[in-house]
């Protein structure tokens, strides 16, 4: 079916969360990662299309101070402020449960979403999750650093945009001129202050209170978050497994989105 994302600002506290919506069926909600220039959309162009085809109500939110989203330039970028937000959009748009799909920064929003209320979260989809390292061991990843360093320059160029967008991946092929045209256009809209304030606890320790089904994937040539981690996942968590694929960086639903789609879409219907 040739679905069309169906878009609106909603209310979440003092600011607008912009969500898009396909589909129909049990809800499964794509959280996007970090990073100049991210939108659901473009994290998840090659993803959302499968999950409304198999009976899905598909829920792309962007994250506020990115996408079409608010970009508030007197607050922190907190975990606490990206959690709070999102759960009062979701509420806006009638959502009592859901999976949640989270990459990277994502990941850590899907995880403390959990951890706060347990009863909306039906099942967790992790992609290189953040929030289980500390902020010294992220910022010591090459690709976070170079994220950093050339976003915050007073001078941040396409060039430069296409360059980090590229870390992302292994391969380069997966990287379009459309999409660093796309992302580029909002990290021009973003203020420094959503990479330079951004906050996220290491949420390790808690894992083994994470009692939902979780799916997780992860590429060995990932360049943000340490590959290592799925092993906290699998030591701690009472229902999980994790999929580790070789050469393949930061977006497993990328790169190997063909995979991705048919993995978590067993996983929802078995």
Not at 37 to 49: I, L
Not at 50 to 61: E, H, K, N, T
Not at 131 to 138: D, F, K, L, V
Request: charged residues 20%; proline residues 6%; glycine residues 10%.
């Amino acid at each position: 079916m040739d679905w069309q994302l169906s878009g609106r600002h909603v209310q979440a506290g003092d600011y607008r969360l912009w969500v898009a919506v396909a589909g129909s069926g049990p809800t499964v909600v794509f959280i996007h990662g970090s990073g100049p220039g991210a939108s659901a959309a473009s994290n998840f162009s090659r993803n959302w299309r499968a999950f409304a085809d198999a009976g899905f109500r598909v829920i792309l939110p962007d994250l506020i101070g990115y996408g079409a989203s608010d970009k508030p330039t007197h607050v922190d970028y907190t975990l606490d402020l990206f959690t709070g937000t999102l759960r009062a959009a979701l509420a806006e748009v009638g959502v009592e449960s859901a999976t949640l799909v989270g990459n990277s920064l994502g990941g850590a929003i899907a995880m403390q979403i959990a951890l706060d209320d347990p009863a909306l979260v039906d099942r967790l989809v992790m992609m290189a999750p953040g929030g289980i390292e500390t902020r010294e061991t992220y910022f010591a990843m090459p690709g976070i650093a170079r994220m950093v360093g050339d976003f915050t320059s007073p001078d941040f160029t396409e060039a430069d945009q296409r360059r980090l967008v590229t870390n992302l991946v292994h391969d380069p092929v997966h990287i379009t001129d459309a999409l660093v045209a796309e992302r580029y256009a909002v990290a021009r809209q973003q203020p420094k202050q959503v990479l330079s304030t951004m906050r996220v606890p290491d949420l390790s320790p808690r894992l083994g209170e994470l009692t939902q089904p979780i799916l997780g994937f992860w590429g060995t040539e990932d360049a943000f978050c340490p590959a290592s981690g799925a092993q906290k996942f699998l030591a701690a968590c009472p229902d999980v497994r994790f999929m580790l694929f070789n050469k393949v960086g930061h977006w497993v639903m990328v790169e190997r989105a063909g995979e991705f789609n048919r993995h978590v879409i067993d996983f929802l219907t078995h």
